[in-house]
């Protein structure tokens, strides 16, 4: 048997967690990919009544899933709409068109999300960064930060 050096865990809490504002959501980034060698983040997405999420996208490198933790949370891709509830998962490969949605106008959601890679998170750090500076990104400012994580929109076949 190989001989391993001590290897720590984390426990990540709320109250500890980086705290990101992108429009009305709030993202709390519990792992960025700094402790797991950038294999994967984890963060929690509130989203108010009645919010939508990113414009329809898919991504070049990285899987995300998805885990409902509370309310119900509308995935949208091209060939359908599917309402998860907390407690359910969607997962999403590279190459699938997607978004998301809250899908009640009087709850809010909650959703787990992890990435591979983890450094996904900076593309939220990036857009909390313009709101805090008071910015308001266009169309191509959004698309050219979504393509630096290998993001694009659905008409995008494959990287510019």
Same mark, same amino acid.
């Given at each position: 048997?190989?001989? /391993?050096?001590?290897?720590?865990?984390?426990?990540?809490?709320?109250?500890?967690?980086?705290?990101? /504002?992108?429009?009305?959501?709030?993202?709390?980034? *519990?792992?960025?990919?700094?402790? &797991?060698?950038?294999?994967?983040?984890?963060? %929690?997405?509130?989203?108010?009544?009645?919010?939508? =999420?990113?414009?329809?996208?898919?991504? /070049?490198?990285?899987?995300? %899933?998805?885990?409902?933790?509370? =309310?119900?949370?509308?995935?949208? &891709?091209?060939?359908?709409?599917?309402?998860?509830? !907390? =407690?359910?998962?969607?997962?999403?490969?590279? #190459? !699938?068109?997607? &978004?998301?949605?809250?899908?009640?106008?009087?709850?809010?959601?909650?959703? *787990?999300?992890?990435?591979?890679? #983890?450094? *996904?998170?900076?593309?939220? /750090?990036?857009?909390?960064?313009? #709101?805090?500076?008071?910015?308001?990104?266009?169309?191509?400012?959004?698309?050219?930060?979504? !393509? %630096?994580? #290998?993001?694009?929109?659905?008409?995008?076949?494959?990287?510019?």
């Amino acid at each position: 048997m190989p001989v /391993r050096g001590p290897v720590s865990v984390n426990l990540a809490t709320r109250q500890a967690a980086e705290v990101l /504002r992108v429009g009305p959501m709030t993202i709390r980034v *519990y792992e960025d990919g700094s402790r &797991t060698g950038d294999r994967i983040s984890a963060i %929690l997405l509130e989203i108010p009544p009645g919010i939508s =999420g990113p414009p329809m996208h898919w991504h /070049r490198f990285h899987d995300e %899933l998805f885990f409902v933790v509370k =309310g119900t949370c509308c995935f949208i &891709t091209p060939e359908a709409e599917v309402d998860a509830s !907390a =407690g359910d998962v969607m997962t999403v490969p590279p #190459g !699938a068109v997607h &978004t998301f949605k809250n899908a009640s106008e009087t709850e809010a959601c909650e959703i *787990y999300m992890s990435a591979t890679p #983890g450094h *996904y998170v900076d593309y939220f /750090r990036m857009l909390d960064k313009a #709101g805090e500076e008071g910015k308001m990104l266009g169309k191509e400012e959004i698309e050219h930060l979504m !393509a %630096l994580f #290998g993001t694009f929109p659905p008409d995008v076949e494959s990287e510019p």
